[in-house]
């Protein structure tokens, strides 16, 4: 199985994650938007044994969202890592932080219907108003 390697901004945070996700998409949720700062947040689904952090977890930040959802985030240059899902056992981990190209690409929006206001969906991906 081929591996992806992963960073912070700041170079203190790696990860490592199997290039097998179960999930590749835009979340557009108005909590994703804030979490990335962004028009949606660009995440993949993996399981916990295809997913760790390779090194730098003592500047891993948590912060509990949720009863269902853990975010995890570099403490020295605050970049958005991953989220947990905790009822559902996975992570999801940000495109944006792979060092390494994904072999998946984007195929969905989901919470489409919580889109920015700002914001147009141009592709022509599915769109989801909440999750499938």
């Known amino acids: 199985m081929k591996y992806l390697t992963g960073s912070c901004l700041c170079g203190s945070v790696k990860i490592q994650v199997s290039d097998n996700f179960g999930f590749v998409g835009y979340c557009h949720c108005s ?11 660009t995440g993949a689904l993996v399981s916990p ?6 090194s730098g977890e003592e500047f891993v930040s948590y912060y509990s969202k949720s009863e269902e959802t853990v975010l995890g985030f570099c403490r020295s240059c605050g970049s ?3 989220s947990k899902k905790v009822k559902l056992g996975r992570y999801i981990v940000r495109l944006g932080i792979l060092d390494d190209a994904p072999t998946q690409r984007p ?14 969906i141009t592709d022509q991906l599915d769109k989801f108003d909440t999750v499938p």
């Open 107 to 120: 195929d969905v929006h989901i919470f489409a219907a919580s889109k920015a206001p700002w914001f147009e």
């Open 80 to 82: 958005s890592l991953f």
């Open 49 to 54: 044994e295809d997913f760790s952090i390779a």
């Open 31 to 41: 909590e994703c938007r804030k979490w990335s700062g962004s028009a949606f947040a």
